[in-house]
């Protein structure tokens, strides 16, 4: 939590190395080391590090940090203990303890006036002024489950080790020779001439033989596996549904609309014209220019130096203009008019209404069904949730799903085998399932043959369901899916036609000495893809990188061809052109490298310093302890 609320106080580097060394922690927050008695933890130590414990409570509290801090807080525990994930935050609390005794052991320490400045510049303490504010740093820290003292401490404390980090990798710099090396490979490019190649229609493969199928069926039946799908029954309450049962009296509705008056009136709004002025005097000899018949416009440039665009005030309601001042004069004004000089908040101003916007109320008429929909809506919902305490009161008798469907008159709803994912064995969604995730989520965490508890909708609804079967992953028989592995047959046909004739125009080529040659006896179009680099990005297009990297391979005037990674066939290139990288590629560019080199140098020292110091200091994990957590 404390490196979730804090800034950065040092520079690009030492930013860089503490990331590497906080997400390497894993552990985050402000602990109290608790005061555990007995060798060998006595159940309530996690881990010892030298002379310090790590107790369990103490781990207890990281851990559940991390997991929020993750969005696992619903994780199965034995999932999480398959994981490791608790051994992955004591882990991360053993490492800062190390590193916290060694910045203590040589002496590395943040002065007070460093922790406040530290503290000051967080911007989660910055009220609406941008300042500083000492309620809202208290009350953010105690959100955070810390005293004062407990942070102002583990800034203290990130201080220092983040001075330990700096004094032993901030020094570290790429090799010269390896930036300019890497420069060269990753910074040129290419230019190619290319043509693609579709993909047949897949009427034009051949229909497969009974051999040819259940050969293909054999070699490829991963490709078929159906997942694991559950069968389901389930009660759904939805408002939604009682709409037409709920009746609302046009009086209520009529009333409900006078009620809320103001929502369904448009206010009138003006667009203005602002002048303002220096003082009183320069106002009085601007009114009577314009009094003399002269333009806004021209009297604005000449009394004041302000230019005709900066005179554009806006369109606005009254409400909406903060000086009482300027908001009675611009509505006591006609359409044209420019007023007297008057004195506002911010001076001297004369204002002109350049356009009126006339207020307009929605009638009665227009919104009577969307008003009557949602006071039917607020009746639905009440209706929803006391058929839902009755439906608990049934599953707490005893009943089973049939027998209270029966006691409210719902239908017990019903669905053959849905996917993980939602889907029927065909791969088609299934519709109409209860809204939101938490459905299949529920539907996946239900013992077979056992009701759920009743959860609520993303729609204000309710559920319960209940597994009826639950489906394993399998194999389909051939005959079962006949069509399917037809079209992947005739689908893998196409491709090896295409593939084919991909390799046969790039072979043309380069008999031919241009792929320009090859397109035209092929009725193909041939594209330029220009500056592209290996990973297939270019300034005009972008190719595969199995293509970019064997035209990368290839000299001027080669020809290779790769798959369309958009699945849309094949793609045949010919290299026209290379740029080295010092013109193709800017300082910009050998700088990141240097730098992410040099970044990637201080994580390594970093990790070295860390098994140094696992080395120098006893370190004890309690694994009995670790399985506390969970």
């Known amino acids: ?159 220092a080790r983040q001075q330990l980090i700096e004094a032993a990798a901030s020094g570290a710099v790429a090799n010269p020779a390896l930036v300019q090396r890497l420069f060269e490979y990753h910074g040129a490019q290419r230019t190619a001439r290319i043509l693609r190649v579709p993909l047949p229609d897949a009427s034009e493969a051949p229909a497969p033989s009974d051999a040819e199928l259940s050969a293909y069926y054999e070699d490829n039946q991963e490709r078929f596996r159906l997942p694991e799908f559950r069968r389901l029954s389930y009660l759904h309450l939805a408002p939604q549904d009682l709409l037409e049962e709920v009746a609302v009296p046009e009086q209520v509705v009529r009333d409900l609309y006078e009620s809320r008056i103001e929502t ?12 303002l002025l220096p003082d009183e005097e320069a106002a009085r000899r601007a009114a009577d220019m314009l009094r003399q018949g002269r333009d806004f416009a021209e009297v604005a440039e000449e009394v004041a130096g302000v230019a005709a665009a900066d005179l554009e005030l806006g369109t606005f309601a009254r409400a909406q203009i903060p000086d009482a001042a300027l908001a009675d004069a611009a509505f006591a004004l006609p359409e044209g008019g420019v007023s007297d000089p008057i004195q506002g908040a911010f001076g001297w101003f004369l204002v002109k209404v350049s356009a009126i916007e006339p207020g307009e109320v929605t009638p009665f008429e227009a919104v009577r069904d969307e008003i009557r929909r949602d006071l039917a809506l607020d009746e639905a919902v009440d209706a929803v949730y006391d058929l839902s305490k009755r439906i608990d009161e049934a599953f707490g008798e005893g009943l089973t799903l049939e027998e209270t469907a029966r006691r409210i008159a719902l239908p017990v709803e019903t669905v053959a085998a849905v996917s993980r994912q939602g889907r029927d064995p065909d791969g088609a969604r299934i519709e109409d399932l209860p809204p939101g995730v938490s459905f299949l989520d529920v539907a996946w965490e239900t013992p077979e043959g056992e009701p759920s508890f009743l959860e609520e909708t993303d729609n204000g609804g309710y559920f319960v369901l209940r597994v009826d079967e639950v489906i394993a992953p399998r194999v389909p028989a051939l005959d079962e899916i006949r069509p399917r592995v037809v079209a992947a047959w005739r689908q893998d046909q196409v491709d090896a036609l295409a593939e084919a004739r991909a390799e046969a125009i790039a072979e043309s080529a380069r008999a031919l000495g241009s792929l320009e040659a090859a397109a035209t006896s092929e009725g193909l179009t041939v594209e330029t893809v220009e500056g592209f680099g290996r990973d297939g990005a270019g300034d005009a297009g972008r190719l595969p990188q199995p293509l970019a990297t064997a035209l990368f391979a290839a000299p001027i005037g080669g020809v290779d061809w790769a798959a369309d990674d958009r699945g849309a066939g094949y793609i045949v290139g010919e290299v026209v052109s290379q740029t080295p990288a010092a013109d193709a590629a800017g300082e910009a560019f050998r700088e990141n490298i240097a730098r992410s080199l040099g970044a990637g140098l201080q994580s390594k020292i970093v990790d070295e310093l860390g098994a140094a110091l696992r080395a120098r200091h006893e370190v004890t994990i309690y694994d009995g302890a670790i399985d506390q957590v969970y």
Do not use: C, H
């Open 264 to 275: 369904y009136t448009r206010p009138e709004r003006r667009a203005l014209q602002q002048l």
């Open 1 to 159: 939590m404390l490196q979730s609320i804090r800034s950065g106080v040092a520079s690009w580097v030492a930013k860089i190395i503490l990331g590497v060394v906080v997400l390497s922690f894993a552990g985050w927050g402000v602990q109290d080391y608790m005061d555990a008695s007995g060798p060998g933890g006595g159940g309530t130590i996690a881990a010892d590090v030298g002379d310090q414990q790590i107790g369990v409570q103490e781990l207890d509290q990281t851990y559940r940090n991390d997991l929020r801090r993750l969005g696992m807080q619903s994780i199965d525990p034995e999932t999480a203990r398959q994981l490791g994930l608790a051994r992955q935050s004591l882990e991360g609390m053993v490492s800062r303890t190390l590193f916290d005794a060694e910045a203590s052991e040589l002496g590395l320490s943040a002065t007070d006036a460093l922790v406040r400045r530290e503290i000051e510049s967080g911007e989660q303490f910055r009220n609406q002024f941008g300042q500083f504010d000492r309620d809202l740093f208290r009350a953010t820290i105690a959100r955070a489950g810390m005293s004062e003292q407990q942070f102002v401490e583990g800034i203290r404390a990130d201080i």
